[in-house]
């Protein structure tokens, strides 16, 4: 299929990381892995360790989807409960959700610029471990005696010594600082690296889109992660040395922080979401075998999201009574954002339309990841509406718009990339039926778990109740959502399985089993630890289009 | 998207007061967000069909195994004019969208005029607590009240010919928490350190349920509220009540003597008693409220009863201890809470 594409293939079988492992003792592996400054392996690592976290906090939603099953149910306290969705919702967005796209674009940046390594490799190292470190850090809480139950937004004064007694609150602090500095080093690394180590003639208008999203979004952590980082570390300061940020009695704000923390939190939602538009990005054009329609449109429409998501953030805070000048503003900042999203899911579907659409897995999670996250986006311009949002704000209809993008976006769109460069990691090839259990699984459960949240939301119950009383008409649609969520349940196992058993089952992959365009289908799968033996000149977006049709190459039309 | 708004309306029974649906406005207020909710259902559920439907129609039409496929299917760059077009319409709704918005907006936020005689306005100041509501009832109609409440507001509905709005100023004594009542108003947060306001006001008569929406703590879940909408007449007979000072029956002069012996006093009042406590619910009316513990069990001698015995398992990590009164004691105070109508 792409004989035209030909790499000197010296020491590859070596490479393997599965014949690496046969030939290495068990010490000799493990340290192989804790010394490595490779940025492949970082990102295998970034990705196991998101996956770990997934399945630790998919479990804690269940704890708290079986407690919600009946009104006035009695399976878990009000304590056990508020730290299950306080530690849910910080172990998918700072240990799942930024670590697994920071690690798959750890493996694929490098590669698809015709790079050897990142541009600070120990830095890269030092990133994945720091982060690692806060997520272990933020769960030792546990042991002293229960997580923190603040919530993730952890609204200040909450979390002051008065309220939040113990030490868990300084660990979910802590463990947050250490890991946003993780993320910090990781935001830098990809902006040097995309900045100065990409191919001969790849300038900045020809990098693969997946890697433009990653240049934008590491802007974003730059931008996102210090206010955090600051605020978290007032909070420290407040609870350990006495000092008053948000200690109101004392002259402190307990409103600054909620300014300080959605300064953080809303870049950090397209934090979460520009990678994936950049995975689709690369994904439905292989599979629908047609270049990606108006590229520079896109690429303008992810700097204007990531522009205009700077200035949205207190759409958050409709409710805290800012005044009707400061509401309007958000309010038209954050249907602003809605342009750039549409013009980014028009030229999907203008890529897709007249192609040849093969609907292989990532194909079909990018399906899933299209037609669910436009539901997330109205949804979120319904939320934007801040006279509407004084009802929906911090009920259960937030609670499914958010899934909604996080899942229907995120998950559907990472687990997109994951079944498009699997092979290209592990050399093998994920088992398509597999495939297709685990995403109709994740389909149907998903749409049942977060579809009846937006209707008890309207029917007037609030976000984070460990417990609710019957007769308002909540009941059906808390007991559907627990539904969905135990038939998500075996789309997961079926994931962690297929990846497992996958790696000596899978059919041999070949360097390029999609007959897809970037530079890292060039190599061999796995790719050796330098990458590409000769470095790789560049002519235009789809460099081996350009090789496999040199009648027609794409340079002709840029 | 018009579907979710209508199984939000079949599934709450109209009129019945467990009814916490925003699409079962009691207010003018909540009126109009539902006004500009239909809106965005219509606009955003258009875009929905529209994009969805291409997505599907481009699924089913252009969908080709890969053993079937031949050679690659034309390539098309892009098109100005086509991005131009695309980039315009849905400018053009975000322009409506602002208009609308900006319309129900000044709509519902409105600003807390002074209080004068003869304008049927009632002013209460809510205090938000772990985890249970205090009420300051500031002034009606002109005339200074001043007295203090707990967990359930009582105002006067409004009629054809006049309105009796109330206007709450919103504070909180100790963390954040968020003032819901889905029927008559958005919600508006209770922050330490800040003062916020909101406008009630309704032609319905009756029971309305919310509850407090920020996450608070242990019982965030149980911080429930409650407000009557009480006839004009009903109103002005529970204020004549409210205003007084407690009664004073010498039947339960031994349990009154109880009460004040204990620690309750630290955290209740009790008006004309020694029992000045601002920690907790003032009790001087207690028999006048249908419920206790911030709405969670009805009020009645049993419960009443249980609640003094230990409240813990009622409403776990509350901040009111059992006290380990003697069963005798405990029945002279309980009988003395039950004098205080």
Sequence with gaps: MSSLVEQPRGIELADRPADVAMNMGWTAQAHEWATTVDHKKIGIMYVVMSIVFLVIGGIEAILMRWQLFYPRSKVLDQDTFNQLFTMHGTTMVFFVGMPILIGIGNYFVPLMI?????????????????????????????????????????????????????????????????????????????????????????????????????????????LAIPPLTAALTMIIFDRQLGAHFFDVPNGGSAYLWQHLFWFFGHPEVYILILPVFGMVSEIIPVFSRKVLFGYEFMAAATMGIAFISLSVWAHHMFCVGMGRMPDLFFAVATFLVSIPTGIKFFNWLATMYGGRIWFASPMLFSFGFLSMFLIGGLTGIMLGAAPFDFQLSDSYFVVGHFHWVLIGGTLFGTFAGIHYWYPKVTGRMLSERLARWQFWLLYIGFILTFGPMHISGVLGMPRRIYTYDAGHGWEIWNQLSTLGALIQVPSYAILVYNLITSLWKGKPAGDDPWDAWTLEWMTTSPPPSYNFEEVPTVHSRRPLWDLKHPEDPDWQYE | ?????????????????????????????????????????????????????????????????????????????????????????????????????????????????????????????????????????????????????????HMPVSDDDTMRPVYLTLKSADV???????????????????????????????????????????????????????????????????????????????????????????????????????????????????????????????????????????????????????????????RYLLSLR
């Design chain 2, 176 to 334: 954040c928490h968020s003032y819901w009542v889905p029927r008559l108003a958005g919600k508006v947060d209770l922050i330490p350190g800040r003062v916020n306001s909101l406008m009630l006001e309704t032609k319905e008569p009756g029971l309305q349920l919310g509850q407090c929406a920020e996450f608070c703590g242990a019982q965030h879940a149980n911080m429930l509220l409650r407000v009557n909408v009480d006839t004009p007449e009903e109103f002005e007979r529970w204020l004549a009540n409210e205003s007084k000072a407690a009664l004073e029956e010498s039947a339960v002069a031994d349990g009154r003597a109880k009460f004040l012996a204990q620690s309750c006093v630290n955290c209740h009042a009790v008006r004309g008693t020694p029992a000045r406590g601002t920690y907790a619910p003032d009790l001087t009316h207690l028999m006048s409220r249908q419920t206790l513990a911030s709405g969670i069990i009805e009020n009645t001698p049993e419960t009443l009863a249980d609640w003094v015995r230990d409240p813990q398992p009622i409403k776990p990590g509350c901040l009111m201890p059992a006290f380990g009164l003697t069963e005798r004691d405990q029945q002279l105070i309980v």
């Design chain 1, 114 to 222: 015709g790079a050897r390594d990142m541009a600070f490799p120990r830095l890269n190292a030092f990133g994945f471990w720091v982060t690692l470190f806060g997520g272990v850090m933020v769960y030792m809480s546990y042991i002293t005696g229960g997580a923190p139950a603040v919530g993730w937004f952890a609204y200040a004064p909450l979390t002051s010594n008065t309220f939040s007694r113990g030490a868990a609150t300084d660990f979910w602090a802590l463990g947050l600082i250490v890991s946003g500095i993780g993320t910090i080093a990781g935001g830098v690394n990809f902006i040097a690296t995309i900045l100065g180590m990409r191919a001969p003639g790849m300038t900045l208008r020809k990098v693969p889109f997946f890697v433009w999203t990653m240049l934008w979004t590491s802007f974003q952590i730059l």
């Design chain 2, 1 to 153: 998207m018009d579907v979710i708004g209508q199984c939000a309306l079949l599934a709450a029974v109209r009129g019945s007061p467990g009814n916490m649906s925003i699409f079962a406005p009691a207010s003018p207020g909540a009126h109009s967000i539902v006004d500009l909710a239909i809106l965005t259902f219509v606009v955003t559920g258009l875009i929905f069909v529209v994009v969805e439907g291409v997505l599907l129609y481009s699924v089913w039409r252009f969908r080709q195994p890969r053993v079937e496929q031949t050679g690659e299917p034309p390539q098309v760059y892009g098109s100005m004019p086509i991005e131009v077009a695309w980039t315009a319409a849905p400018t053009l709704i975000v322009f409506f969208l602002v208009l609308v918005t900006t319309r129900t907006l000044w709509d519902v936020e409105k600003t807390q005029p002074k209080s004068k005689p003869g304008d049927n306005t009632l002013f209460v100041n809510v205090i938000g607590h772990q985890w249970w509501w205090e009420y300051v009832y500031e002034s009606y109609d002109g005339r200074i009240l001043g007295f203090v409440t707990a967990n359930e507001l």
